[in-house]
């Protein structure tokens, strides 16, 4: 049997009051319509159809080739947005998930059981439902004598006895495809606002007695729609305590869950410990036996296991195992730390490899270079790689010390084993186990402080008068 899906991302979304089109307002770290596809995608949709209207081209940026789009020039109802997937699944045989972009909290398994009992009931249609202590505002949806669907009323269309029921449609479903599309040709849009209703198909395949079912979800999170930027607060909120329960169990400790900001495509193996304030996003993959935080934040970083990172920051870098990053340290793109290095307090690296148990301890800048091996790079140095048009590269070679204050201008190489002493600004290559010395000779004139104090006195006084 064949499974497809149509996902619905045509609305513009005017009460989230942002230039951005909604559906791609980030939930975690992924915009929503990203994780919707996610969904259906790990629930083995073969093909799915993300119907767009404003913002097309936008979200076919986000999302790439590997979906099929149809167009919505007019945002005319929900029936009317999967009538324009029918050029590409009218013909069809299997069945179609229709689901929202901006439900980014439906869950896999959630979709792969209605699917599972849609397939076993033999039905035409199933809805996804919740159940809500306070229902206000949601279609609800009324029950046959044998447990089918009848038909969803909306909230402000209810009798007294329907606006009882507890029972609301989530705004999911699952179809025959074939029939989804036969019912929707059936749909009119006589009816205040003048749109044609998904939900219209639910009545029309009823009265050709057909079966309608409904898969109850657990998780009443499941059926928000984000519409406004109160929503989408409330589905960060509540899918981050989703994420950070799913590593807890996993074997990972989060000393202060609710301060813990993991985003939904990261991986972290046990036994480590996130310490508050952090962030973690985008592919970022930590190990095992790792320390992070407080107060680090990584991005489409690495991280080897045994690794600690304290009040860092790192944006697409790779750390070995057994490393120590920070405090305050900066590890931009491109760079690679090898085992057991030790990047210190106030240390920015970019676009450098650094070879196994390196260090460089604190106050220093490395870009654009490739560190051997037991290296130790001394406070303040910096590899000077940029001529404002071109960068160049400094090499160092295994086993080198690099005293403090110490200048490295680029292009340049230092040997295995060589010295640079502390305060010298190097411009040529080092050879293997040489020393380099490249600074002024000091010079102290005796007594010579004071005619300087007296001097600057004497300015101050005239300039004073």
């Known amino acids: ?105 439906v869950r896999v398994e959630t979709v792969e059981a209605m699917i599972a009992q849609h397939v076993a009931q033999g039905a035409a249609a199933t809805v996804l439902t919740a159940v809500f202590a306070d229902p206000t505002g949601y279609g609800r949806v009324v029950r046959g004598a044998n447990g089918d669907v009848e038909r969803i009323v909306e909230h402000k269309d209810c009798n007294a006895e329907e606006a009882a029921i507890q029972e609301i449609n989530t705004g999911t479903y699952c179809f025959d495809n074939r029939k989804l599309f036969a019912a929707l040709d059936l749909v009119t849009n006589k009816n205040a606002q003048g749109e044609y209703y998904l939900t219209d198909v639910i009545g029309i395949l009823k009265g050709q007695g057909e079966r309608v079912g ?34 807890q169990l996993n074997g990972v400790t989060l000393i202060d869950a609710g301060n813990t900001y993991i985003g939904a495509d990261v991986t972290i193996g046990s036994d480590t410990i996130i310490y508050p304030g952090t962030v973690l996003s985008g592919n970022t993959a930590i190990g095992s036996d790792c320390v992070i935080g407080p107060g680090a934040e990584l991005t489409d970083t690495t991280v080897g296991s045994g690794s600690t990172i304290r009040h860092s920051v790192t944006e697409k870098a790779q750390i070995g195992d057994d490393c120590n990053v920070g405090p305050f340290a900066f590890l931009r793109p ?36 490739i560190v051997g091996s037991n290296v130790n790079i001394g406070c303040g140095a910096i590899t000077a790689n940029y001529d404002g ?24 190489k230092i040997g295995s084993g060589a010295y640079v002493v502390a305060g010298s600004t190097i411009t040529q290559n080092v050879e293997d186990n040489d020393v380099a010395i490249a600074r002024e000779r000091q010079v102290n004139k005796p007594g010579y402080a004071a005619k300087l104090r007296a001097r600057a006195k004497a300015k101050k006084e005239r300039e004073s008068e």
């Open 214 to 247: 409904a898969s109850v979800t657990g998780d009443v999170a499941e059926a928000i729609g984000v519409n406004d930027r109160v929503a989408l607060g409330e589905a960060e909120r509540l899918m981050r305590l989703r994420i950070n329960a799913k590593h």
């Open 334 to 369: 491109g760079t690679k730390l090898g085992r057991h290095v030790k990047i210190g307090d106030f240390v920015e690296i970019k676009n450098t490899v650094i070879g196994e148990h390196s260090k460089v301890p604190h106050l220093s800048y490395v870009g654009d270079a």
């Open 1 to 105: 049997m064949k499974k497809m899906a149509i996902v619905l991302a045509a609305g513009q979304g005017k009460r989230m009051k942002s230039k951005l089109y909604k559906v791609l307002h980030a939930v975690c770290g992924k915009p929503m319509v990203s994780h919707v596809l996610d969904t259906v995608k790990q629930a083995s949709c073969e093909r799915t159809v993300i119907v767009v209207g404003h913002g097309a081209e936008a979200v076919q940026a986000t999302l790439g080739q590997s979906v099929e789009y149809a167009f919505q020039a007019e945002q005319l109802g929900t029936g009317h947005a999967v009538m324009q997937a029918k050029s590409l699944l009218g013909l069809e045989d299997g069945v179609t998930v229709v689901i929202c972009g901006d439900t980014p909290l």
């Open 389 to 412: 048009y071109n960068k160049s590269v400094t090499e160092i070679g295994d086993g080198v010390f690099i005293g403090s204050n110490a200048n490295l201008i680029a292009p340049v």
